[in-house]
């Protein structure tokens, strides 16, 4: 199983929110390129991104940094946040990224989805983000009022490459994750899922390794809390 690291990117610094909410941060003291170095040295293959800034602009405001992660720790990179046109999905993977994740945009838009798949073929990650069974929308701002189950039996065949599931209610709460929603969506999806939100323990990552169709997990305020050692993290990444 895939571990994904995660950097939120706002305002060129490290941060996490709390179920999305823009006022409920907390900084952390290492640089966004500090941090994915770090995570390369300990031994990581892959990395989660969200460029917070983008998820308010709708645009690349922190694609330098991604670029020089990118660049300097050669792993291999999903961004999200603000993705809303093919100009910046071209940007990012002119910029080296592996997976370049569409949200809002792919929601409001199915057709733009599918186009943006045949278009880059391999690259684009769809972020399911639920909050009690229905999608939000721009930066979790907005309940879009569309079943998430419903939304992906739609899009299912699509050519998305990726799948990530986020139970907003759990986001940086480290209450373990909504598994019995992210295997709803597993059993129906035609890609692999990763699994976001709400990671407490290195128990909840061995949980994720043994269910079907889940090719990862994403990891963020429990690393930098303290509360999963990078070292003992890193014996769950194949």
Request: proline share 2%; aromatic share 6%; glycine share 8%.
């Amino acid at each position: 199983m895939k571990i994904f690291p995660a950097i939120d990117i706002k305002d060129k610094r490290c941060v996490r929110l709390v179920k999305g909410d823009f006022d409920n941060k907390t900084e952390y003291k290492n640089s966004p390129i500090d941090q994915a170095k770090s995570y390369k040295e300990y031994g990581f293959k892959n990395l989660h991104i969200v460029d917070l800034d983008g998820a308010l602009t709708g645009e690349t405001v922190n694609i330098d940094i991604v670029q020089e992660i990118v660049k300097k720790s050669n792993l291999k990179v999903e961004i999200g946040g603000g993705i809303r046109n093919f100009d910046s999905i071209q940007k990012y993977i002119d910029a080296g990224v592996d997976k370049v994740i569409l949200g809002s945009a792919a929601i409001n838009d199915k057709k733009f989805l599918k186009e943006t798949c045949e278009k880059f073929p391999g690259k684009i990650a769809l972020s399911l983000d639920s909050k009690d069974g229905k999608l939000s929308v721009s930066g979790w701002k907005e309940n879009s009022n569309i079943s998430t189950l419903e939304f992906l039996k739609e899009v299912n065949n699509y050519g998305v490459s990726r799948l990530i599931f986020t139970d907003i209610n759990k986001d940086g709460t480290k209450e373990s994750p909504n598994f019995d929603e992210t295997l709803k969506v597993a059993k129906i999806s035609n890609c692999s899922v990763i699994i976001s939100g709400g990671v407490s323990s290195i128990n909840d990552v061995k949980k994720a390794s043994s269910m079907e169709n889940i090719e990862g997990i994403i990891v963020g305020k429990a690393i930098y809390d303290g509360d999963i050692k990078l070292e003992e993290l890193v014996k769950e990444d194949a």
